[in-house]
């Protein structure tokens, strides 16, 4: 029998190449994303390519709702999820004194509260078979405080603590918990959180395509912590290592000056 893998955010970006990677492999799928009309795009792509079964779902994880309309749809088609891809997540770049609340709530709810809620949702099914894996996409900002983009450095930092916590806490019951930390990734993301880009992020993004497939296959190896490339690594050394000062300085001139702009 194929195993079902649920993707959020699965129509563009890195949440599309992992739905790639997944159908041809012939895992059924769930996507979720907000945009229907992707949606069906990719449903009907991945069952005519690969002849997997998709189940697609049209909803706003910045709501409170989503996660229970999840485990309602879930519940519906009796369908357990034999694979958890938390990839939705947005970002804002801006100071905080100035920057929109109700953008940066919305940001909590999907980064952190949805991504929470759907491992809670998940995971029992899991322990109870003895097996199942969880990918949680957090980021190289997971790592360090992020002047200038303070709420989505610090959702992300909660990702990968909470992801590394609950790795611990399951290792024994058949589930494997693996957190992907990508640096700058050529996404919509840069253009709806409205980031500056650096000239060195621009020449060290990677594609969704290959932060993807290194996430695919650090997931299935039972890999706890995942980081693309040479330059992410460093990211993680940077912030052991290099003093607290230098670390706020160095990311709050990498997007953009002191001043902001």
Not at 116 to 134: D, E, F, H, S, W
Not at 176 to 182: G, H, N, Q
Not at 200 to 207: D, G, K
Request: net charge positive; charged share 20%.
């Amino acid at each position: 029998m194929k195993e079902t893998v649920l993707i959020t955010g699965a129509t563009a970006g890195i949440g599309y190449e992992f739905a790639r990677l997944f159908a041809r492999d012939q895992y059924n799928l769930v996507l979720v994303a907000r945009n229907e009309e992707r949606l069906k795009r990719c449903k009907q792509e991945f069952e005519r390519e690969f002849g997997v079964a998709v189940e697609a779902l049209a909803t706003d994880l910045s709501q409170t709702t989503a996660v229970k309309e999840i485990g309602q749809f879930l519940e519906e088609r009796n369908l357990a999820i034999d694979i958890l891809v938390n990839n939705a997540g947005f970002g804002l770049q801006g100071r905080f004194l100035s920057s929109d609340l109700e953008t940066e709530l919305q940001m909590i709810e999907v980064n952190v509260a949805a991504l929470t809620g759907l491992c809670k949702l998940v995971l029992p099914g899991m322990v109870a078979r003895g097996k199942g894996n969880i990918l949680n996409v957090a980021s190289t900002a997971a790592f360090l405080p992020g002047p200038t983009m303070a709420v989505y450095y610090a959702t992300k930092a909660y990702v990968f603590s909470f992801s590394l916590a609950l790795s611990r806490e399951v290792r024994r019951q058949g589930v494997t918990v693996s957190v992907l930390c990508p640096g700058p990734t050529k996404t919509e993301f840069q253009q709806r959180a409205g980031v500056r880009m650096h000239p060195l992020a621009r020449l060290l993004m990677h594609s969704p395509k290959k932060v993807a497939a290194i996430g695919y296959r650090g997931l299935l190896k039972g890999k706890k912590m995942i980081v693309p490339g040479i330059f992410n690594k460093g990211s993680w050394w940077f912030a052991r290592f290099a003093p607290l000062w230098l670390q706020l300085f160095f990311i709050e001139n990498f997007h953009g000056g002191s001043d902001g702009q």
